[in-house]
């Protein structure tokens, strides 16, 4: 006999709660995605970006930043909130120890998104002043601050993701590469 793969819930179990397979596919691919994307995009600017603004002259830092920000802002704030909606819709649709999973990833998510609400963001408007006025003398410190942020904000997506994989990983129903006419 071959086993049989349900999603009926089993009361304590990690099963997803019933929906419709297309549904749970759709989430967990926009969470997967949307994830996977702001883990990628806050990484490549953690690992390339800002090691090339440590070693450019600080005006040209200081422009390239704020042009950065400007273009990043929306995409990234969308990126952050799709990231959020996918991780508590699968946390929404299945139980145990995924849901807290899940949830756990909506969590990083959303240190990710405070991180940058309160920390870059405001550092992000000091620094469009300084490209086109002066630089203060506390203008080190700052940076540092704004690039301790960007590392808190990376890690959290990053953990995020990986829990997002894990949660999908672990829902989906093993595979043997048999089928009933095998058994």
Not at 13 to 35: F, K, N, Y
Request: aromatic share 4%; net charge positive.
């Amino acid at each position: 006999m071959s086993e049989v793969h349900t999603t009926s819930p089993t009361p304590g179990t990690d099963r997803p709660i019933p929906a419709a397979g297309r549904l749970l596919r759709t989430v967990r691919g926009l969470a997967l995605l949307s994830s996977g994307l702001l883990a990628g995009a806050l990484g490549y600017g953690a690992v390339n970006v800002v090691q090339t603004f440590k070693v450019v002259p600080l005006d040209v830092r200081l422009t390239f930043h704020s042009a950065l920000m400007r273009m990043n802002g929306p995409v990234v704030q969308t990126t952050m909130g799709l990231a959020l909606v996918g991780s508590v819709a699968l946390a929404v649709l299945h139980r145990g120890r995924l849901r807290l999973l899940a949830a756990s990833a909506g969590a990083l998510v959303l240190t990710s998104f405070l991180v940058t609400r309160f920390g870059n963001v405001p550092i992000n408007a000091r620094i469009k002043v300084w490209a086109v006025s002066s630089v203060p003398p506390e203008h080190a410190e700052l940076l540092r601050r704004w690039e301790m942020f960007n590392l808190v904000r990376t890690v959290a997506a990053l953990a995020a993701f990986v829990l997002v994989v894990l949660v999908v990983d672990l829902a989906a129903p093993a595979r043997t590469g048999r089928t009933s006419a095998d058994a």
